[in-house]
């Protein structure tokens, strides 16, 4: 049993590493029986080859992982997880129903079930059978058609339960459907509750085993196999259910170089279109599944247009960054010229967020949602020099999102989490940005590095960099001579966008996150007021015990951000038009809260597309 639980806990992980071990067996098979041929080192020059090859490959796959079966089949499990667990409590729901009626205790019905709930059942049925009816039309498997008539016999069942009250007569799939509180209600169709009870133990039984965790290890080896079709959740069941949810309308766009893209129009209420374009790992068919921006949208009235990137989903083409980018521009011209919208927002979730920094120049607005550099960035950040000079030599080509985003004179956004877990903060779209406007030349990879150098030469600088770097000073809160001294509350006060001081000394890339911290204050000056009046506050608190220790440690440090803002900002001027900055706190993938909600749409409202 302890085999079987690790296999379920790590069962990606597994399925990539027999992936890899049986790639890399059959490569150093092959490359062991050419080197009789073509001599040892023969084939070792073809191996080096065929590894530079594979290595491209892989990098492709983590850079557009959308684009592949394996991550397509990870989302469609996760879909069919979603809709199975719901359609089951629907069904327990409907069982209870049966009994209370075979009982003739009606009233404990209304006692135990919403009405609301009680309505939600046949629409959720009804949704199902609609899709499957959808995929009779495709191609359908054994199992799917099993299910859609299970539906459809059930639909009849409940219509065949007649239902008496002292009010009206109705039928069990009519109350159902508009339920309501009728008293005194009997029925003499025993027979036929009967039969509704037994379809629908049947169809829980069907369902559920779609869901249910492995038992065995020959269970577990039939779940890998990824050309098995799920019985709901698949690319086109969830394509017809967002169709028949938001009555939206399927458009084929002609990219380019002639590349057929997939793209999906969801009519709102105004002539204000959103473009929303997809994370890296994103299909607009589980849009609605990953987060709840089209909802968002549409409850303000905007159109919506989704779409799968090149070689996702049914778009045509293979994947890279400036094909997306150019075919972004093609879907933006249909919304513009086709549906004729009067404002064109762009909304560039992750990867998307390069395709809305080309959009920009054209768009009202721009929401580039914590967004990257660049990938190869990412790859400095979170892996090292190798893996980054990796990328760079055999990974997929780049844009540039920085300098496009910067000459927009438009409406901008730049939603960013500074503890991102995906995207690092040095190589967020932010970052590169502030150290672009800041050194006025293109600052990216391991040149970054160069500004350690040439900051760290600055006494002022040197001496904040090395004052956080005494993290013995911030172990505890508080001085036990002086407790109204709070040092990391003093820290975490001399903030700037979203970052403060006590953060910083404790991250790997210090003297680069404190460089991007007083570059900031450049960039967005007003920052820079913020700080010199928390110094002040700082300053007030620590005069009156200015011989603890962790006076003089605070002191120290107001002293050198006095200095370093008198000397790098001195006649200074703010030209640029770098954006708002959305300071985010929820992660890169998941919804945004409330409170961060509140201020986007304050963002929308003054760019003019809400009231």
């Known amino acids: 049993m302890k085999v079987l639980t690790f296999f379920k806990e790590n069962k990606d992980k597994i399925i990539l590493g027999v992936i890899v071990f049986w790639l890399l067996s059959i490569i150093f098979s092959i490359f062991y029986l050419i080197s009789y041929i073509v001599t040892g080192y023969g084939s070792l020059f073809l191996f080096l080859i065929s590894l530079g090859f594979l290595i491209h490959f892989c990098t492709r796959v983590a850079t557009f992982p959308g684009a592949y079966c394996l991550w397509r089949r990870t989302m469609e499990k996760s879909a069919l997880q979603s809709i199975a667990t719901n359609t089951c409590k629907k069904l327990e729901i409907l069982n209870a129903i049966l009994l209370a009626i075979q009982d003739e205790d009606f009233q404990s019905i209304y ?59 109705f039928n069990l799939y009519g109350f159902l459907s508009n339920p309501k509180v009728y008293r005194n209600t009997t029925t003499e169709c025993k027979e036929e509750v009967q039969i509704a009870l037994n379809l629908v133990n049947t169809l829980y039984d069907v369902i559920r085993k779609t869901i249910k965790e ?8 039939g ?6 079709s799920v019985l709901f959740g698949s690319l086109s069941y969830m394509r017809n259910d967002i169709i028949d949810k938001l009555k939206a309308e399927q458009i084929w766009i002609t990219s380019f170089d002639g590349c057929k893209i997939d793209c999906l129009w969801v009519p709102g209420s ?35 247009m989704l779409w799968n990137y090149r070689g996702y ?29 009067e404002k064109i927002a762009v909304h560039g979730q992750s990867l998307g967020g390069s395709v809305a920094a080309r959009l920009s120049k054209c768009a009202n607005f721009v929401f580039a949602d914590r967004t990257f550099r ?20 055999l990974g997929p080509s780049e844009t540039d999102p920085v300098k496009e985003f910067i000459a927009s004179n438009n409406y901008k956004v730049i939603g960013c989490d500074c503890e991102d877990a995906m995207i690092p903060h040095i190589s967020s779209l932010k970052a590169g940005i502030v150290f672009t406007l800041k050194h006025q030349c293109e600052i990216s990879g391991t040149n970054i590095y160069s500004l350690v150098n040439s900051y760290k030469s600055e006494k002022a600088f040197n001496n904040l960099f090395v004052s956080l770097s005494q993290n013995q000073f911030l172990k505890s809160c508080r001085d036990e001579e002086s ?13 700037v966008q979203g970052r403060n001081l006590y953060k910083i000394s404790k991250k790997s890339e210090m003297e680069l996150e404190l460089i991007l911290w007083i ?41 050198n951000l006095k200095e370093i803002f008198s000397e790098n900002f001195e006649g200074e001027e703010k030209n640029e038009n770098p954006g708002f900055i959305l300071n985010l706190n929820c992660g890169h993938n998941a919804t945004l809260t409330p409170y961060e909600l509140y201020y986007y749409r304050l963002h929308l409202k003054s760019a003019g597309l809400i009231k």
């Not at 492995?214 to 080896?221: L, M, Q, S």
């Not at 779940?223 to 098995?228: A, G, T």
């Not at 890296?280 to 909802?295: I, R």
């Not at 603890?548 to 120290?556: D, F, H, V």
């Open 483 to 495: 407790p109204e001294i709070d040092v990391v509350g003093a820290l975490c006060n001399l903030e």
């Open 214 to 221: 492995p038992e065995t290890f020959k269970e577990f080896v």
């Open 223 to 228: 779940s890998l196999n990824i050309r098995k």
């Open 270 to 304: 105004s002539s204000t279109t959103m473009l929303y374009c997809n994370p890296n790992g994103g299909l607009y068919e589980f849009t609605c599944l990953q987060n709840e921006w089209v909802d968002y949208y549409l409850d303000l009235g905007f159109n919506v």
């Open 111 to 169: 006692d135990r079930i919403s009405l609301n709930t009680m309505q939600g059942i046949p629409k959720h049925f009804e949704r199902i059978m609609r899709n499957l009816e959808y995929m009779r039309t495709m191609k359908i498997n054994e199992e799917q058609l099993k299910t859609l008539n299970l539906f459809n016999n059930l639909h009849h069942a409940l219509q065949d339960i007649k239902v008496t009250s002292k009010s009206c007569d």
């Open 519 to 559: 570059d900031m204050a450049y960039v967005w000056p007003e920052n820079k007021k913020s700080i010199l009046t928390a110094v002040e506050d700082i300053e007030k608190l620590i005069e009156d015990a200015s011989d603890s220790i962790q006076a003089k440690y605070l002191n120290s440090i107001c002293k």
């Open 374 to 393: 660049g990938l190869s960035d990412v790859a400095l950040f979170n892996y090292g020099k190798i893996p980054y000079h990796i990328y760079k030599l």
């Open 313 to 341: 989903g049914r778009s045509q083409g293979f994947p890279d960054m400036p094909s997306i980018v150019a075919d972004g521009e093609k879907v933006f011209e249909y919304i513009r010229d086709v549906k004729n919208s």
